[in-house]
């Protein structure tokens, strides 16, 4: 129940082109949907998230599609850069519940490479 | 701010000793957490703290504890240290309430031989 599955592992563009990152959830009670960013030897940071009241949010180059009656969201980096090579990892929670803390699930994450 | 801080950075371990590793915000947040991450997975919650005096297992607690004495302060305690414990570990806080975003420190990579 508590599973967020993300594909693929890894996936190598060429700058300019566009990354897409899939998850698909289990859990109807996930409420909200952020997508981390890490770079080697750091953590993670908050790149972007959605609620499930919208299908669609976009900040710069990055987009989240987001389909309820699938439970399904992507990532989409747009004109893919040098510097967007990271591992992305997406994850949701409960945000309605206090007692839930606020935890998150974790895909597995995906490691981009974008060749210059 | 200084954010989310873990002391130490790196340790090597034996099997069998302990130790505690060290997370400290300085944001006034409420919700503080410890995942691990093991290498090309994911991250995975340990134990989670809504306030001071509150702490609740997460996902993988066993072989760890910790305690919330300060809004501050979420140490993670290991007891018997085991090879299934190396893992780089996170700690992350956030507002709590009204604010779902978690801040993550830099990590401590921990090998136990």
């Known amino acids: 129940q508590q599973q967020v599955k993300q594909s693929p592992q890894s996936l190598i563009v060429q700058k300019g082109g566009i990354s897409i990152i899939n998850c698909a959830y289990e859990n109807t009670a996930f409420d909200y949907f952020p997508w981390y960013q890490q770079f080697p030897g750091k953590g993670p940071a908050l790149l972007i998230a959605?609620?499930?009241?919208?299908s669609e949010k976009k900040e710069g180059r990055f987009t989240i599609s987001f389909n309820k009656s699938a439970k399904q969201f992507s990532l989409h980096i747009m004109d893919s850069q040098p510097g967007d090579s990271a591992t992305y990892f997406c994850a949701a929670s409960m945000h309605h519940s206090s007692a839930a803390g606020n935890k998150l699930t974790f895909g597995g994450g995906t490691r981009v490479l974008v060749k210059p | 701010n200084a954010g989310v801080t873990q002391t130490p950075k790196f340790r090597i371990l034996k099997i069998g000793q302990s130790m505690t590793l060290q997370c400290t915000q300085d944001m006034n947040h409420n919700y503080m957490y410890w995942y691990r991450q093991d290498p090309g997975m994911g991250l995975k919650l340990i134990y989670y703290?809504?306030?001071?005096?509150?702490?609740d297992k997460g996902e993988v607690p066993n072989g760890y504890n910790v305690s919330r004495s300060t809004t501050e302060d979420f140490p993670l305690r290991l007891e018997l240290a085991a090879p299934s414990q190396t893992s780089v570990y996170f700690c992350?806080?956030?507002?709590?309430?009204?604010?779902?975003?978690?801040?993550f420190g830099p990590g401590t990579r921990l090998t136990v031989l």
């Open positions: 959605i609620r499930p009241d919208v």
């Open positions: 992350a806080s956030s507002k709590g309430q009204g604010g779902n975003e978690q801040f």
């Open positions: 703290s809504v306030g001071a005096g509150i702490t």
